[in-house]
């Protein structure tokens, strides 16, 4: 005999009652007892679970093959630096200084910095970054990056996604391949200081993957925490208040995804809610730079740079696998004389305790660091800076910085041509770049794919070779 409570239970209203398409309402409407009669003959085994639990893909994952780094940090010296004036020394542009050189159809522009041996390795460093010389027998340096076309838009959205269409950036790869150490911070996390670089969003987009590997923008140019991270609290709604409304709108889209199908923006929409709410306690200590002491502050310089960096730590200690941070500001048409030094002072002083904040803690081994632009300078002068030159842009040479993380310390690798004009040995493309940066997370970068539109993309599109021999 049917109970009473068996009754209310048969004839309550349930939530997704609410929610019926034109097609189901005819269905139920004109076609309810033939409905009946099969769901009775199917039985109650195929109904999915109103609420079924789904494991988060943001959860760690093990690298396929073995990996030398856990975290990379992007230092990305966007407006694309001189590689004549910092690492690349060409005693041949001082010889020809204001001849024309033969098939460059400009004036020889020799370098106004004097470069000089460092370290064991006796790698030749330019003057403008002194304490960064200090160091060199912990850095890589590639002279031989080259990229696809000099323009700065377009190359830096190629230097952080691998493509000049829209394409997932680096970060949102590497996220997709390893998950987020700590579930109650983004993984991705990219700290540009001000208004948004050329190319904007791109830069750290997720494109065609899930929403969730996109990368959380921070301008780290305000004052306060809350300006950091706007509306990181919620002056209203208590936690567990929040809480409870996530779970409804989580329920809600499940009977919308059983109903209809999943709709990857939404579940986009809901992912960012998840970690906007779950950011409220983790990230108000991540950004607070406060809690660093006074010694350390002026260590990393107490300047905007300097700040990046120290977050960029702080973040790294926290498990972020993914730290993009903007150093821009080397766009020398002109007074390179004068703008280069007063650039590289603001980089040179962070980076270095950077990397001894690093060593000290125990993070240098598994943090690949990575400095470098979009593309290189011409050799020549450039014809617009008048009595104060600086230099063109430069597609076929430049070069980038690594160090950590697996990289052998002490080491040039490849060369460009006695100018400087163009890679010539062990040449260096992007693809190159990001296919290296893959392996030393345990990747071949030819097989972490992922599917769309009947396609299998990846970050180096269709070439990319490692450099095995930077690899310790």
């Known amino acids: 005999m049917q109970t009473e409570n068996h009754y209310e239970q048969e004839h309550a209203i349930h939530l997704e009652d609410h929610f019926l398409t034109r097609r189901q309402f005819l269905q139920r409407a004109g076609m309810g007892f033939g409905a009946l009669s099969l769901a009775a003959l199917f039985g109650e085994g195929l109904v999915a679970p109103a609420c079924a639990q789904t494991e988060s893909s943001l959860m760690p994952k093990k690298s396929p093959l073995p990996a030398k780094a856990k975290h990379v940090v992007h230092i990305f010296a966007q407006g694309a630096p001189s590689h004549v004036d910092t690492w690349d020394p060409k005693p041949a542009l001082t010889r020809m200084d204001g001849k024309e050189i033969p098939n460059l159809n400009g004036m020889a522009m020799a370098s106004p910095f004097k470069f000089s041996k460092k370290g064991s390795s006796g790698i030749e460093v330019s003057e403008v970054f002194p304490q960064l010389g200090e160091m060199v027998d912990d850095l890589c340096v590639i002279r031989s990056m080259y990229t696809d076309i000099p323009a700065h838009e377009i190359a830096t959205i190629m230097m952080n996604t691998g493509s000049r269409l829209v394409r997932p950036s680096l970060g949102s790869w590497v996220l997709y391949g390893l998950g987020s150490q700590n579930q109650n911070m983004p993984g991705f996390i990219s700290l540009r200081p001000g208004g948004a670089p050329p190319g904007g969003t791109s830069n750290w987009q997720s494109a065609f993957l899930p929403g969730m590997y996109q990368g959380v923008s921070i301008n780290t140019k305000v004052a306060t925490l809350s300006q950091l991270i706007e509306n990181i609290r919620n002056p209203v709604t208590p936690l567990a208040e929040q809480r409870r409304q996530l779970d409804l709108v989580h329920q809600l889209n499940e009977i919308h995804s059983q109903n209809l199908q999943k709709e990857a923006q939404l579940e986009s929409r809901l992912e960012a809610f998840e970690m906007a709410f779950k950011m409220q306690t983790e990230a108000t200590d991540a950004f607070d730079l406060t809690r660093e002491s006074p010694a350390m502050r002026t260590l990393y310089g107490r300047t905007a740079q300097g700040n990046q960096l120290l977050i960029a730590r702080r973040l790294l200690e926290r498990g972020v696998r993914f730290v993009q941070v903007w150093a821009g500001g080397w766009d020398h ?140």
């Not at 040179?348 to 990575?370: H, S």
């Not at 041509?417 to 940066?437: P, W």
């Open 333 to 472: 048409h002109q007074d390179l004389e004068e703008r280069l030094p007063e650039r590289a002072k603001e980089i040179d002083q962070p980076l270095a305790a950077f990397i001894q904040d690093l060593k000290q803690r125990g993070l240098f081994e598994e943090t690949l660091l990575v400095w470098g632009g979009e593309f290189g300078r011409k050799p020549t002068r450039d014809r617009n800076g008048g009595d104060n030159p600086g230099r063109d842009h430069n597609a076929k040479a430049f070069s980038t910085v690594l160090a950590g993380g697996g990289v052998r310390g002490g080491l040039t690798y490849g060369a460009t041509d006695e100018y400087g004009m163009a890679a010539v040995e062990n040449k260096v493309h992007v693809h190159d770049l990001h296919a290296t940066i893959l392996a030393l997370l345990g990747f071949d970068h030819k097989k972490l794919t992922y599917r769309y539109n009947g396609r299998d993309f990846r970050l180096t599109e269709t070439s990319g070779e490692i450099l095995k021999p930077i690899i310790a």
